[in-house]
């Protein structure tokens, strides 16, 4: 029996969903961890990592930046170790998250300017900065860059992801990039094990880590304002950009056809993997594993709320005939 329900991070679910006859496609539905996403995942692991190994004590404070999930999942974390923590989050982070965080006891910066891509990444971590430089005993946790967090995800996730692999093999992975740390975990892990496999990368279009145009994006957790450098160590063998209306389609079409309500950054790896495979001729069965990140319940104001669907339709729309 469990003592807490923090302590029952991974051994998500993993569920079979028909795209045709060949694409055998297996998905870790990650929002079954304690807080809702894999975000779970590192926060537990770098926190006790980072007490076991003496870099941090239990008078430091730990500081984030956050577009929601991590923050939800450090609050937690960082609440049952005692520690403190400062999320620094900005207005496209979801009300509810928002509250979450609050409610376990963090302390939240909300940033309303944006940089000057269009999102407030830069400007969150910039505030980060500002922060570090006049205080003492705080570790910036930042997932964009600590080695921990992509240990997190190959120890854990990625293990997971090789034992439970259809038939013992894996051909294909998608995993959406934002932060980095889970595509540079998982990507590592599974190479290890199935060298011959295909890692593909799903970003959103006006994200630029891989080098698309920057553009203003109004999905949290998929795509970025900067390259993290966490990637530099990432296993990628390709990269498919879908759109924030793709996202949207795919992911009212997990919860009508398979009752799946799940996060944005999943509704764009369902869309990724429909497009990778529109263009590539499948003559054999092949095994095609991704993971859900989070819940869907979060996004009931924006990715399920038809006004709001019809607006970003419209932006989208106005987008392209200004470009």
């Known amino acids: 029996m469990l003592t807490n329900i923090l302590h029952n991070v991974g051994n998500t679910p993993l569920i079979s969903i028909d795209i045709n006859e060949n694409i055998r496609l297996c998905v870790k539905l990650e929002f079954y961890n ?29 500081i984030e930046s956050s577009s929601g999930n991590f923050g939800v999942a450090l609050s937690a974390y960082a609440n ?25 006891g963090a302390e939240i910066i909300k940033i309303t300017e944006p940089d000057k891509y269009g999102g407030y990444l830069l400007n969150r971590i910039e505030k980060i900065k500002s922060i570090l430089k006049e205080s003492d005993n705080m570790y910036w946790v930042n997932q964009y860059e600590n080695p921990l967090n992509a240990e997190a ?37 599974i190479k290890e094990e199935f060298p011959d496999a295909k890692i593909v990368a799903v970003d959103i279009f006006g994200s630029i880590i891989f080098g698309d145009t920057p553009a203003k994006r109004y999905i949290p957790g998929i795509g970025s304002s900067m390259r993290p450098k966490i990637l530099n160590r990432a296993m990628i063998d390709d990269v498919v950009w879908v759109t924030e209306v793709e996202t949207v389609q795919s992911c009212r079409e997990l919860l009508k056809k398979h009752f799946v309500c799940a996060g944005g950054s999943s509704g764009s790896v369902l869309a990724a993997v429909k497009k990778y495979f529109s263009l590539r001729k499948v003559t054999h069965p092949v095994n095609v594993m991704c993971i859900f990140a989070d819940r869907g319940d979060r996004y009931m104001n924006t990715v399920y709320n038809d006004g709001w669907y019809k607006e970003l339709q419209e932006k989208t729309r106005i987008a392209k005939e200004y470009i």
């Open 34 to 62: 304690p807080t809702g996403s894999v975000k779970d995942r590192a926060a537990h692991y770098v926190i006790k990592k980072a007490l076991m190994d003496g870099i941090i004590n239990n008078e430091t404070t730990l």
């Open 153 to 189: 995800y190959y120890e854990s996730l990625g293990g997971e992801m090789c034992r439970d692999a259809p038939d013992g093999n894996i051909d294909y992975v998608f995993l959406g990039v934002s932060s980095g740390g889970t595509i540079t975990g998982v990507s590592r892990r």
């Open 80 to 104: 049952l170790n005692g520690l403190k923590f400062i999320c620094v989050i900005d207005s496209n982070t979801s009300p509810v998250n928002e509250s979450i965080i609050a409610s376990y």
